[in-house]
C-alpha cells in the first residue's frame, strides 16, 4: 500500500469513528491510553467518557511523555498527529508555551479549534492540516520540540516523518513521543497472524516498528536516543479496559441489541486484544535530541 492511499485510509477511519468510538466510548480530549494509579481504572460498566479515574490517566501519559523534553514558556512545540486537541491545549496551560497541532483529518481539527476556544488558549494554540508522514509545514530549525503521541503508527513512511521533524528542530531541539509496536524478534508467522489483522481493523500502517528499528530510524534522521523505555506495566489497565468493552460488546450481542457498526466494532477491540494478550503489541515511549550537526 503506498503512502496516499495509507493517508486516506488513516483519515476515513478517524472521520467515521472519532465521535462515536473515541469521544463517546473513550474521553472527548484524547484519543490514546492512559497510565493508571492503583484502583484507579474505571469499573467494568462504567461510562468511559465520564470517567474521572481515565481522565487523569491520560493526563498523566501525556505528562510521562513530555516530562523529559522540558517543554518551557518561551518554547514553540508542535504536536503532530494532535487529533481532537488534548494534548496541545494541555501543554498551553501547563507550560504557557505556543502550540501548533498537525493533522489530516478535519473533523479533528475542527473538534480541536472549537476546544481551544472553549478553554481559553486559541491565543497560543493554532491548527493546521498537514500529512505528518509527507512534510511539515514549518521552516528549517524553526521548533523548540515536538511531540508525537499514538500517531505515527498510522503512517507508512515514519523515516520521513523522523526526518521531517529533524529538518523543522532547532539544534538540540526534542522529541518526545510514544508509539504503538511490535516486541523485538516478533516472528512472521506471528506477525501475519496476531499484528496484520490489528493493523488492519485499526487502520494502521502494515509495517509496524519495534524499539530496536524505532531506535535506528531515530539515529538515521539526526537524534540521539536519550530514553526508549515502555511504561512498567503501568499500562496494563488499558488492557483491562479493552476486555471490558468486548465482554460488554459480546453480552449486547447476546441479547440481540443493535446498533451501526456493532459487529465490525466487537472484530476490531479483539484483534488488538488478542494482539496484546499474547505478546504481540506493546506501548512505548522515547524520547531524543537532534544532534547539533545534523
Known sequence: MDQESQSDKAVAYFEEHTEGLYMSGWNPDHIHWGLFEPDECPAYNEKLANSKGLARALVRMVEAIVEPANIQARHHVVDAGC???????????????????????????????????????????????????????????????????????HYDNRDRFLREVSRILKPSGKLAASDWMVPDGLGREKYARWVSPMCEAWALSS????????????????????????????????????????????????????????????????????????????????????????
Open 83 to 153: 487529533g481532537v486537541g488534548g494534548t496541545a491545549i494541555h501543554l498551553a496551560k501547563t507550560r504557557r508555551c505556543r502550540v501548533t497541532g498537525i493533522n489530516l483529518t478535519p473533523a479533528q481539527l475542527e473538534l480541536a479549534a472549537e476546544k481551544a476556544s472553549n478553554e481559553e488558549v486559541a491565543d497560543r494554540v493554532s491548527f493546521e492540516r498537514a500529512d505528518c508522514s509527507k512534510s511539515l509545514p514549518f521552516a528549517d530549525g524553526s521548533v523548540d520540540a515536538v511531540v508525537n503521541i499514538e500517531s505515527a503508527c
Open 207 to 294: 509495517a509496524l516498528e519495534s524499539p530496536s528499528t524505532y531506535r535506528e530510524k531515530l539515529r538515521s534522521a539526526g537524534f540521539e536516543v536519550m530514553e526508549f523505555a515502555d511504561f512498567d506495566g503501568k499500562d496494563a489497565d488499558n488492557l483491562r479496559l479493552l476486555e471490558d468493552g468486548h465482554r460488554l460488546l459480546a453480552v449486547a450481542r447476546f441479547y440481540g441489541f443493535e446498533f451501526p457498526g456493532k459487529e465490525k466494532l466487537i472484530d476490531q477491540i479483539r484483534t488488538l486484544r488478542d494482539a496484546w494478550r499474547n505478546g504481540s503489541y506493546e506501548l512505548n515511549r522515547y524520547y531524543a535530541v537532534k544532534r547539533p550537526s545534523a
